[in-house]
């Protein structure tokens, strides 16, 4: 199975950690998105593609959205979606992670899993007391991702 990942990673780096850890259990290659979200990279080529970034006012960054609602349609290519956030739970997971679900199933593709993790967040107020979750993703997380990466 041909595997790719699409990273949006700007603010610590958080998201890239994860996508790192996961590329080699799945021989992926990990490309990262342009500011302005785009890339030259073709999907049609690839049976599995993930989609991470890191998560702003309960979404995943515009980038990553951009990129993906600018995909044609496919059918039944395997996804799934991975998230940082300063915030994060199973819960928070599911809401963060709505609005690239609907994107990516507008376009066909089958969602095959979700992942996510705390991140470092030094955003905006937060920089004023150094930021939460510092040394998140941890090895634990990692790890996490890692197990995550071998079900698919």
């Known amino acids: 199975m041909k595997s790719i990942i699409f990273i949006y990673s700007y603010h610590k780096g958080n998201t890239k950690k994860v996508a790192e850890a996961m590329a080699p259990v799945l021989d992926a290659e990990i490309i990262e998105l342009a ?5 030259s990279v073709e999907i049609s080529e690839f049976d599995l593609i993930g989609f991470g970034a890191g998560i702003a006012f309960s979404k ?4 990553l959205l951009t990129f993906a609602q600018g995909l044609q349609n496919v059918e039944g290519k395997k996804a799934f979606v991975f998230s940082t956030a300063g915030l994060s739970s199973e ?15 507008e376009k066909g ?13 030094s955003y905006s107020v937060l920089k004023v007391i150094g930021g939460i979750n510092k040394g998140r993703p941890n090895a634990d997380d990692l790890s996490k991702a890692k197990a995550f990466a071998k079900e698919l």
Not at 35 to 39: F, I, L, M
Not at 60 to 63: A, I, T
Not at 91 to 105: C, M, S
């Open 109 to 121: 593709f089958q969602i095959v899993g979700q992942f996510a993790c705390k991140g470092h967040d």
């Open 91 to 105: 819960k928070q997971k599911k809401k963060h992670h709505n609005r690239l679900l609907e994107i990516l199933n």
């Open 35 to 39: 500011k302005d979200g785009s890339t």
């Open 60 to 63: 995943h960054y515009k980038q």
